[in-house]
């Protein structure tokens, strides 16, 4: 009998024959998959089709024609990708540090300078006329899009028709937004498949939803359109005028670094008490660059990010107007830092002690269950922080001598689990 090597010859035929049998049936079970893939998909398309049917009215008593409406919907499927990402949860939350670290890179603070000399009329004019600061309209593009290098792959109208179909909150909200991007595309301001933007329905180089460019697009040439994906004067404009009516102050920056004493009242540190510079400096509080307060009427709060264990901010009332376009602490900050290097500011005096990360959510719900086992109530242990957590925690580290600064950290759920 042949053989090759310590095979025989039946012995390979055998193989080759169990080879090709599972060859078959892994065709088959794969052809089953596909199979069953497609039919679920049919079934979504059926109902998405039935949903694009079902919206007609709506968007018909808004003023949307017929021929705009089988213009856009005509072959539309809903966009997986936003169904993905609908679905995503985020269990694990981004240290500040890290944000800022990619937020403000050195990369974008020379890109943001360049820009500020490229753009400078558009920008001198901007601010002119809206009276919002140029460098933090400049970084709001810059946090957005970075400078409209990305402002999103998804087609608007798509994203939003499948949020609007089959989102399990914020029904409304969403189908409301897509009656105001159909509006938008047949008033002739972008056509519908030039309209990018990002998978929940953001759009253009500052990335405005589409109630947000009906409320504050700005027409910064005078073409008749507010053109804020291939016109950056538009979206500059229509971002200065986003902030303006959100109650921006002219010539007033957003905040200030500082340092505290040690003798510090952390009860002050709750980012809700409003006090003016000059009564945070009868506190103690300095300037981290040892700069007198220019105004010391301004009214600020103390901000900790990172709790103690980080640097500490008097923020003023236009990082709460930034915080109108993203309300995230980390990314007004990062806003405010990002135009203070545009125009030559430096780095943060503080240090991040990077081994307080923050807690994910289950460890926050963990934290919430260790507090009330102890006696210090914080409510439902429902992985949010709150102001009952914030005061919970501080009532512990104040019993356990800590520094109470409210801050939920891994390293105080560890104090706390090995504390009997």
Request: hydrophobic share 40%.
């Amino acid at each position: 009998m042949k053989t090759l090597g310590s095979f025989t010859v039946p012995m390979i035929s055998d193989i080759a024959k169990k080879w090709v049998e599972m060859r078959r049936i892994s065709l088959a079970l794969l052809v089953t998959t596909f199979a069953a893939l497609f039919s679920a998909a049919a079934i979504a398309d059926q109902r998405f089709d039935r949903f694009v049917a079902d919206f007609w009215p709506t968007a018909k008593a808004s003023g949307i024609s017929s021929s705009t409406y089988r213009s856009v919907f005509t072959g539309m499927d809903p966009d997986p990708d936003t169904l993905r990402l609908m679905a995503k949860q985020s269990e694990f939350v981004k240290p500040v540090w890290d944000y800022l670290d990619s937020a403000v890179s050195e990369v974008r603070v020379t890109r943001g300078r360049e820009l500020l000399t490229e753009y400078d009329t558009v920008l001198r004019n901007v601010e002119a006329r809206y009276g919002v600061d140029r460098e933090a309209v400049l970084a709001i593009w810059g946090m957005e899009t970075n400078y409209g290098g990305f402002m999103g792959k998804h087609n608007v109208i798509r994203a939003l028709a499948t949020l609007a179909y089959a989102a399990p909150r914020r029904t409304k909200f969403w189908r409301s937004e897509l009656v105001k991007a159909l509006s938008i595309v047949q008033a002739g301001h972008v056509r519908f498949s030039d309209m990018e933007g990002s998978w929940a329905g953001a759009m253009g180089h500052t990335q405005f939803m589409p109630s947000s460019w009906e409320a504050y697009s700005a027409d910064y040439d005078g073409d008749g359109r507010r053109d804020i994906w291939t016109s950056v004067p538009d979206a500059l404009a229509s971002t200065a005028y986003y902030l303006k009516k959100h109650g921006w102050q002219t010539g007033k920056t957003w905040g200030y670094e500082v340092v505290l004493p040690r003798s510090f009242d952390f009860r002050l540190a709750d980012d809700d008490t409003s006090l003016t510079l000059g009564d945070w400096r009868r506190q103690g509080v300095r300037r981290a660059n040892g700069r007198d307060f220019p105004r010391p009427g301004d009214k600020a709060i103390l901000v900790m990010p990172a709790g103690a264990s980080g640097p500490a901010f008097l923020m003023l009332r236009n990082f709460y107007v930034i915080k109108r376009y993203n309300n995230a602490t980390a990314y007004a900050l990062a806003v405010g830092h990002l135009a203070d290097r545009i125009i030559g500011g430096g780095t943060l005096a503080g240090d991040w002690s990077r081994e307080y990360m923050p807690l994910s959510r289950s460890e926050t719900a963990e934290l919430q269950s260790e507090l009330n086992r102890r006696g210090f109530d914080v409510g439902a242990a429902d992985g949010r922080i709150g102001p009952a957590t914030r005061r919970g925690i501080r009532a512990y580290q104040k019993a356990r001598g800590l520094i109470p600064d409210g801050y939920a950290s891994v390293v105080l759920l560890a104090r706390i689990k090995l504390d009997s």
